[in-house]
């Protein structure tokens, strides 16, 4: 649920960027590339990340030259000389970074200390990227309960001090890829915001509305992390007989494993469309767009998805600077701010949607601003006049296809999550799941998805003349996933199953109650709601398939031939999903009333699914 606030405004802004603007050409004179396979990676990186110049508080020797505290200060420092008040008039400070100078104490009690502050009210938030407008949120919580009072926020990072020379090739370790990729994405830097109970007496100010922040970390595995080897286990830095053993096995570096990062905007993406369903605020009434991720070619998957979801916000709208700054991590969003407010003119009444997710353990932020002048004002006592045109209607998706799939994406979010928390996946997740756990799955599997081509084809059957287009649809794509079973019959045989006879392998007590559902729904007249089953099984296989299947390969002892199956829904079902989206609109343009069919048939179906998968483990 979103956080709403009552009178709280960022008043002013602050930035500050360490050293000159390093563009991409000298980036080897500070973390230079370790050998051939480094500079590969490097290109490829810098290719589809669109940054060309970044910060960096070493110098080209590797040396500090300011601490992540130094430039917390210095942010705050230039935040304050844009305002009205002075450092003694705060009264709160919070801070939001991957991690300061020191493992204790907390960033924002340094940071307090070289301000040479008064006493006050301190908190240190401690994570990825949503650490940031978690300490905001903190900030504006605990000012909106105080009868007076200014918080400043800041957030800062200093990630290139783990990426020199010096310290990311320890002697005998050979590094890997999830750990070289960050060296090529991120940035040095601190941006900090001013809150106040009032707007300020000149220029503009932005009130806070809301902050929505939702953690995933029980649903999904660790992406980013430092303090573990590269094998992935659970042993912590902390647990080798000494630190330089845990330098030299690797646990110092910074990884992420780009595998997992569909599934971060993925959520977002759902925590948005839940959002507007709940009436939280309208695509249509933003004006601006600041969305905080780590490359170029994220942006195009998050415009894809909210495209697809029937909500975009045109690109015009959109305000990035990360080709300039590079990506700060928790202070992204209040660089980016402070750069937002310093170039681009702002009138009251205009909507902000600030969007952060967190690849750490999977965290997603929203936070809603509106521009206000000297005196506070809501969005309803602005003119018409002052405030930005409203979206074009026929940019939008229909309005029957725009509620269908705001509907369906609440019932895929809480399916995913609860699919992410059966015992079959969080063995797998957990790195407990076995080649037994794997034939044992299968087997189970096999007459399941041998079913799903004959169910498909009597639901067409039974569509009468009014629906032929969509019975066209259903056929192709039911002759498309005929042979599934026998390709994960195969896998099955190379992994070590033992039933070479498909007719002598049974469904778990969930495969059967799914199998009897659908054939029973398959089996009325005009079943249009079994799209909505589809876009279960369907959005399974493109959406958490490809997450297990590196899990799988990293535990299983198995030749890449046993996952066939797996690898093709992975990389295909996308194609099924568009295909989805066309016999969705067919249908609904023959009758718009069963929209609500294909929901509620979505919702049953995951619920069978989750069943077969508590029976599977």
């Known amino acids: 649920m979103a956080i709403r606030f009552d009178s709280i405004y960022i008043t002013a802004t602050g930035l500050f960027m360490p050293g000159p603007a390093v563009g991409n050409d000298s980036l080897d004179r500070y973390i230079a590339p370790l050998g051939p396979a480094s500079a590969r990676i490097k290109t490829r990186i810098l290719r589809d990340n669109g940054i060309k110049t970044r910060h960096y508080a070493i110098d080209e020797n590797g040396e500090t030259l300011h601490s992540s505290s130094a430039m917390a200060a210095a942010a705050v420092t230039e935040c304050l000389a844009a305002s009205e008040i002075q450092v003694d008039d705060l009264t709160m400070l919070f801070t939001g970074s991957s991690g300061g100078d020191l493992a204790m104490p ?77 060296r090529w994405m991120l940035s040095d830097g601190a941006g900090a915001c001013l ?104 942006a195009g998957v998050v415009e894809d998805l909210m495209t697809r979801a029937g909500l975009s916000i045109p690109r015009e709208r959109w305000f990035s600077n990360l080709a300039d700054r590079g990506n700060t991590g928790a202070a992204s969003i209040f660089v980016m701010l402070a750069d937002f407010m310093r170039q681009r003119e702002l009138r009251p009444g205009q909507k902000i949607l600030c969007f952060i997710p967190e690849s750490g353990r999977f965290t997603v ?95 067409a059957d039974n569509l009468d003349d009014r629906y032929q287009p969509l019975a066209a649809l259903v056929r192709r794509h039911a002759d498309q996933e005929s042979a599934d079973y026998l390709s994960l019959h195969g896998d099955y045989l190379l992994a070590g199953g033992s039933t070479r006879s498909v007719d002598d392998l049974r469904r778990n007590p969930g495969g059967e109650a799914l199998n009897a559902y659908m054939h029973a729904l398959a089996g009325q007249p005009n079943a249009v709601g079994l799209l909505g089953a589809i876009y279960i099984i369907e959005g399974t296989g493109q959406r958490i398939i490809p997450a297990l299947l590196p899990l799988l390969r990293r535990q299983l002892d198995l030749p890449g031939q046993a996952f066939r199956f797996l690898t093709y829904h992975g990389e295909n079902d996308v194609e099924h999903l568009d295909r989805w989206l066309n016999a969705v609109e067919s249908a609904l343009s023959i009758d718009p009333s069963r929209a609500g069919d294909i929901v509620a048939v979505a919702k049953a179906t995951a619920s069978l699914y989750l069943l077969q998968m508590e029976h599977a483990a």
């Open 365 to 459: 932020a929203f936070m809603m601003l509106e521009v206000v002048g000297p005196k506070a004002r809501s969005g309803s006592d602005i003119s018409a006049e002052t405030s930005a045109p409203p979206h074009d209607p026929q940019a939008c998706a229909s309005p029957g296809i725009r509620g269908l799939l705001t509907d369906l994406a609440a019932v895929w979010h809480d399916y995913r999550s609860d699919a992410w928390r059966t015992p079959l996946v969080r063995k797998m997740s957990d790195g407990r799941f076995t080649v037994g756990d794997y034939t044992r799955w299968m087997s189970s599997w096999i007459p399941q998805v041998r079913e799903g081509s004959l169910w498909m084809r009597k639901a």
């Open 106 to 182: 907390g960033l924002a009690n340094m940071v307090q200390g070289d301000l040479h502050a008064p006493p006050m009210i301190t908190g240190s938030h401690q994570g990825v990227c949503a650490a940031g407008v978690l300490a905001m949120q903190h900030a504006a919580s605990a000012l909106e309960l105080s009868e007076s009072g200014h918080a400043v926020v800041v957030a800062s990072e200093f990630p290139s001090r783990m990426f020199k020379r010096s310290r990311f090739a320890p002697s005998g370790y050979e590094t890997d890829f999830d750990s070289h990729f960050l």
């Open 195 to 298: 809150l106040g109970k009032q707007a300020r007496s000149a220029g503009v100010s932005l009130k806070l509305q809301f902050i929505h922040s939702r953690s995933f970390s029980g649903d999904l595995p660790v992406c980013m992390q430092i303090g573990r080897a590269a094998d992935g286990g659970e042993r912590s830095y902390l647990d080798y007989p000494s630190l330089a053993q845990a330098e030299s096995d690797g646990a110092f570096l910074l990884r992420q494993d780009i595998r997992l990062l569909p599934h971060l905007f993925e959520l977002g993406i759902h925590e948005y469309v839940d959002l507007v369903r709940r009436g939280e605020f309208v695509p249509e009434e933003i004006d601006h767009f600041l969305c905080h991720y780590s490359s170029q070619k994220f």
